[in-house]
């Protein structure tokens, strides 16, 4: 089976500044991958690398066993970005439709069908904002946003789902949820790649971690992690502490 992401050697600058210098990891089928790393390591840049956002200067990506750059079943990546939250917020949408657009790479140009409905409907109740179906997007808060930008995701049937910072504005409460809800996503089988500043939050839901700080330092198991030196040498002596509770 081949991974759902595979990076070799590669590097990428903007400009004369290099983000990403010369990364090999893969991604399997089920992971749940936390990309960690200090501001400015390069982290949203490979992860828009994964996702064919960029196109790296050197080395080679393959999206689902293709070349990202000829990637073309968009439907089977759902991504969140930093700005989903606040940005998101300005979309004048229902809920619904903020999610029905997630079967429009299916429909196609044809009117949506009972099928495409009932896929809506499960998005919205395995996220459970169903009661919410009817609201305006811009008059949620951060975590409801959020959620509704995940049901948009399991609406177009995504197999990857990649969040950069997702919890960025959202409550201790509402975040706790919103980390169970990624754990019960992924256990159905939907491959994740998280980034996420709070490493402690990492290190307790996701069972990889891949530090960086422009070069990889880890990429393994998150117990291996834990147990190895790279927070220290990815972070300096600002490394902060790590929870560990799988």
């Known amino acids: 089976m081949s991974p759902v992401v595979d990076i070799?050697?590669?590097?990428?600058?903007?400009?004369?500044?290099?983000?990403?210098?010369?990364?090999?990891?893969t991604i399997s089928k089920g992971d749940f991958?936390?990309?960690?790393g200090p501001n400015g390591s390069g982290k949203t840049t490979l992860?828009?690398?994964?996702?064919?956002?960029?196109?790296?200067?050197?080395?080679?990506?393959?999206?689902?066993?293709e070349p990202v750059s000829e990637f073309a079943d968009g439907e089977r990546i759902g991504y969140v970005s930093q700005q989903a939250t606040s940005r998101g917020g300005t979309m004048p949408v229902t809920v619904r439709e903020a999610v029905t657009m997630g079967r429009f790479p299916h429909a196609g140009h044809a009117p949506l069908s009972d099928a495409d409905h009932?896929?809506?409907?499960?998005?919205?109740?395995?996220?459970?904002?169903?009661?919410?179906?009817d609201k305006q997007v811009n008059q949620l808060s951060g975590g409801q946003r959020q959620r509704a930008f995940i049901a948009r995701a399991l609406a177009?049937?995504?197999?990857?789902l990649a969040l950069d910072e997702p919890t960025v504005g959202v409550d201790a409460e509402s975040r706790d949820?919103?980390?169970?809800l990624l754990e019960s996503l992924n256990e159905s089988g939907i491959t994740i790649v998280l980034i996420e500043h709070d490493i402690g939050v990492v290190t307790d839901r996701a069972d990889h971690i891949a530090c960086i700080n422009q070069?990889?330092?880890?990429?393994?198991?998150?117990?291996?992690?834990?147990?190895?030196?790279?927070?220290?040498?990815?972070?300096?002596?600002?490394?902060?502490?790590?929870?560990?509770?799988?």
């Not at 590669?10 to 210098?21: E, K, P, Q, W």
């Not at 009932?118 to 179906?133: G, H, K």
Request: net charge negative.
């Open 47 to 65: 992860l828009h690398l994964m996702l064919g956002l960029h196109a790296p200067d050197e080395g080679t990506i393959e999206l689902f066993g």
């Open 118 to 133: 009932d896929a809506v409907d499960d998005a919205l109740e395995t996220v459970d904002i169903s009661e919410l179906a």
């Open 156 to 160: 177009s049937e995504a197999d990857l």
């Open 215 to 246: 070069e990889l330092y880890h990429h393994g198991d998150t117990e291996s992690f834990v147990e190895s030196d790279a927070l220290t040498e990815a972070y300096g002596t600002s490394g902060q502490v790590v929870h560990h509770h799988h």
């Open 177 to 180: 949820e919103f980390y169970r």
């Open 33 to 36: 991958l936390g990309l960690i």
């Open 8 to 25: 070799e050697n590669v590097s990428f600058a903007y400009g004369d500044t290099v983000a990403i210098r010369d990364v090999s990891l």
